[in-house]
């Protein structure tokens, strides 16, 4: 999961996407963080969120905190 993260990463540095506030090793760090796998569980299990919704959070939350267009 980490090395997907990292892919991730890889990507919006090379387009010149990845936000300021980030350098490489923590925005992987933030990334991996977000998508482990009991935050998963929780947010679905405990919170009731279904799979898709998880997606479509994770997608924006990610979004929204790593690509810096987006400040």
Same mark, same amino acid.
Request: charged share 20%; glycine share 6%.
């Given at each position: ?9 890889? @990507?919006?540095? &090379?387009?010149?996407? /990845?936000?300021? $506030?980030? #350098?490489?090793? !923590? @925005?992987?760090? &933030?990334?991996?963080? /977000?998508?482990? $796998?009991? #935050?998963?569980? !929780? ?29």
């Amino acid at each position: 999961m980490r090395e997907g993260c990292e892919s991730v990463v890889d @990507a919006l540095i &090379a387009d010149g996407n /990845l936000a300021s $506030v980030w #350098n490489k090793d !923590n @925005a992987i760090d &933030a990334l991996w963080t /977000l998508l482990l $796998v009991p #935050n998963w569980e !929780n947010l679905t299990t405990q919170c009731g969120w279904t799979n898709q919704e998880y997606v479509e959070r994770m997608k924006t939350l990610t979004f929204r905190t790593l690509v810096g267009n987006s400040e």
